[in-house]
C-alpha cells in the first residue's frame, strides 16, 4: 500500500518528466527524434535534421506531429519551463497603418490564440506615418504577457518613389495599366509597398536584433493551432525561406522582369545555387519565367538570406532597372524568383499544416494535419492543387 507521501512525491515526479518532455519537445527536431509521427511515417535522421539537407516540403513532412498538443501548451503556457524555453531571435512584422486598426487586431488576436500565448514572441508593426496613441494602446492590449510590441515610422527614402524616376514614364505605364484593368494598376502607394517589401523591410532598425520574421497582415485568417515552434524549426532544419500558397502572377504587371533577371544572372552566376530551384519557375531552363510565386503575404523567412550578398545585388539591379515603378513588379515575384535561385532548394519550406486565408485564396491543411492543428477551415475548400495554384508544380518537383 502506498502512503499519502510516496504518492505525492511520485506525482510530483511525474509532473517533472512531464514539464521536460513538454518543454524539449517543442524543438521540432527532437520531436523528430523521439519519433511522435503518424502510423506509416520515419522519423528524419538526426544527422541531416541538424545540417537541414533533409526534404523541407512535401506531403510526407513529419511536421504533421507536434508534441505535446494544443492542450498541453495552454495548460503550461506560463510554467518556467516555457518561460525560459529556447527561442529563436524572431518577431512577426506587420506593416500597417492607423486605419488598418481593425484588421490588425483581427489577424494579430488569431495569431495569439493559435500560437503566441504560449511562444511569446515579439511584434514590429511598421507604418509610413507615425501610429497613433489609439493603435499602440489596442494592439498592446490583445498581445500576451512576455512578448513586446515595437512601432518604427519607414524612412521617407525607403517608401517613397525615387526622385530619379522619370514620373512620365511611370505615369504612362500606370495608365496603360488601368486601360487593361490591372488591379492596384493606378496605384503609386501599392508600387512603395512592394519596394519596400521587396528591399527595405529587412533593414529597418527595429528589426536589427533579430534573425528571423513572420510577416503577418491586417484581415487574415489563421486557422489552426500550433503546438510547434516553426522559427525553431527555420533554424534547426536550415530553411531560409518558408510559404503555405502559390500562384501566377499577372503577366502584364511584370513584363521586364525576368528579362532583368536573366542579365542579373548572366552577370553574377556565382550567386545561383547549384541545387536551385530553376524548374519550378522556368519550363524551359530559364528561357523565360512561367509566373510562379510564393504567395508573399504569408512569409516566415531568414533575414539574413535578405541581407545578403546576392539577394542585395539582386535588389539593387531591380532598382536601377525601375521596374517597381514603370511597372508594377511585386515583391512576391521577387521573393520568389530570389528564393528560387540563391538557395537550395531544400531550404525553401510548404508550411501544409498552418491554415491560412489572405482573400480570395486559402491553404487549408489535409488529413492528420487538420486533426492535429484543430482546424476550423473545410478541408474541400483549398486553393493547393486549384488551376491557378503552382503548388502541385511544386509538390512534383520536390519528389523528384
Known amino acids: 500500500m502506498w502512503s499519502i507521501p510516496r504518492l505525492r512525491y511520485l506525482g510530483v515526479a511525474l509532473g517533472v518528466i512531464f514539464l521536460f518532455h513538454l518543454l524539449a519537445s517543442i524543438s521540432p527536431s527532437y520531436r523528430d527524434r523521439i519519433g511522435f509521427l503518424p502510423s506509416g511515417q520515419k522519423s528524419a535522421d538526426p544527422a541531416k535534421l541538424a545540417s537541414g539537407s533533409h526534404l523541407a516540403s512535401g506531403p510526407q513532412d513529419s511536421t504533421v506531429a507536434p508534441v505535446p498538443n494544443s492542450e498541453d501548451l495552454r495548460a503550461a503556457k506560463d510554467s518556467a519551463e516555457i518561460k525560459n524555453r529556447r527561442k529563436a531571435r524572431a518577431a512577426f512584422v506587420i506593416l500597417a497603418r492607423n486605419s488598418d486598426l481593425a484588421g490588425v487586431l483581427d489577424s494579430v488576436k488569431q495569431m495569439e490564440d493559435r500560437f503566441n500565448y504560449w511562444a511569446k514572441y515579439d511584434y514590429v508593426f511598421l507604418n509610413d506615418d507615425e501610429f497613433d496613441d489609439t493603435f499602440k494602446e489596442l494592439t498592446q492590449n490583445i498581445i500576451g504577457p512576455g512578448s513586446k510590441a515595437l512601432y518604427g515610422q519607414i524612412d521617407h527614402d525607403h517608401w517613397n518613389q525615387p526622385k530619379w524616376i522619370d514620373e512620365e514614364r511611370a505615369k504612362a505605364g500606370r495608365e496603360e495599366m ?223
Open 178 to 400: 488601368i486601360r487593361n484593368q490591372v488591379i492596384y494598376g493606378f496605384s503609386v502607394p501599392y508600387r512603395n509597398m512592394c519596394r519596400f517589401n521587396s528591399g527595405f523591410f529587412f533593414r529597418h532598425k527595429l528589426l536589427a536584433d533579430y534573425d528571423y520574421y513572420w510577416r503577418v497582415e491586417p484581415n487574415v485568417k489563421f486557422f489552426c493551432d500550433l503546438a510547434y515552434d516553426p522559427f525553431l524549426s527555420m533554424m534547426d532544419n536550415g530553411y531560409k525561406y518558408g510559404w503555405t500558397l502559390s500562384l501566377y502572377e499577372y503577366e502584364l504587371t511584370i513584363p521586364t522582369l525576368w528579362a532583368e533577371t536573366k542579365k542579373f544572372i548572366q552577370d553574377h552566376p556565382e550567386y545561383v545555387h547549384k541545387n536551385n530551384a530553376m524548374p519550378w519557375i522556368s519550363d524551359n531552363g530559364g528561357e523565360t519565367y512561367n509566373l510562379c510565386h510564393f504567395w508573399s503575404n504569408f512569409e516566415i523567412g531568414d533575414l539574413n538570406f535578405w541581407r545578403g550578398e546576392a539577394y542585395t545585388a539582386y535588389f539593387e539591379h531591380l532598382e536601377k532597372a525601375g521596374g517597381f515603378y514603370y511597372e508594377r513588379w511585386g515583391d512576391a515575384p521577387v521573393h520568389s524568383i530570389a528564393a528560387a535561385l540563391f538557395l537550395d532548394k531544400s531550404e525553401i519550406h510548404w508550411f501544409q499544416d498552418i491554415g491560412y486565408r489572405h482573400e480570395p485564396f486559402q491553404h487549408c491543411p489535409q488529413g492528420e494535419y487538420h486533426t492535429r492543428g484543430k482546424c476550423t477551415c473545410d478541408p474541400a475548400d483549398n486553393f493547393d492543387f486549384e488551376g491557378y495554384s503552382c503548388t502541385a508544380r511544386w509538390v512534383d518537383f520536390m519528389s523528384k
